[in-house]
């Protein structure tokens, strides 16, 4: 879900819905330009998934997840296969140096590019790295993966948006702009960070 709002209002509100629902959020600020609203009307639904994948939804077997320095880390001294689980204008836009750019519009072709470029062979023997907006596509895709017989999965925490939080110029490993489903469409966090 995304709110926005003052400080103070959006602050309230996570507590009262948190209350509400018993469980802690994991919520995620961002810059906003307050001359506009990002989502100018509200409204709430039920839905059977988050991102319409194909896939069933992972039970216990995802990902690890790697913090936002570790997954820096692992770029800088490893040799991982890093794979962008976003479609392929969100990588144009920007992309973490080294990754894979999916050739895919849509969540639900995922699993066919993992299948037609033989991911899970090129993963023997190496790490794979993989990372999204906010981490909601990982928990599916890493699922996939470990499920096709990868071991050695990790999955940005809080995908592109908490690293950014934590590398505001990208860590020198992010290129470009992070992009958003709405009105603020890109990130202004990696103002900082490389072009692509």
Not at 102 to 122: F, L, Q
Not at 126 to 136: A, D, Q
């Amino acid at each position: 879900a995304a709110v926005s709002g003052g400080t103070e209002a959006v602050a309230s509100y996570l507590r009262d819905l948190e209350k509400e629902l018993g469980l802690a959020l994991d919520a995620k600020r961002a810059p906003l330009d307050s001359s506009r609203a990002p989502f100018p009307d509200f409204f709430a639904k039920a839905a059977a998934e988050i991102v319409s994948t194909g896939m069933p939804a992972p039970k216990a077997d995802t990902a690890p997840h790697a913090s936002a320095a570790a997954f820096r880390a692992a770029l800088l001294e490893e040799k991982p296969l890093i794979l962008d689980v976003r479609n392929g204008f969100e990588h144009d836009v920007g992309h973490f140096a080294g990754s894979e750019r999916a050739p895919i519009r849509t969540m639900a072709e995922w699993r066919g590019y993992v299948d037609s470029s033989r991911v899970v062979e090129r993963a023997k023997g190496r790490p794979v790295l993989m990372y999204c907006t906010g981490g909601v596509r990982c928990e599916k895709a890493s699922a996939y993966l470990r499920a096709s017989g990868v071991d050695d999965v990790r999955q940005l925490d809080g995908g592109i948006h908490r690293f950014l939080e934590t590398f505001p110029d990208g860590g020198g490993v992010w290129r470009g702009r992070n992009f958003l489903f709405d009105a603020r469409e890109a990130d202004a966090y990696a103002e900082g960070g490389h072009d692509a």
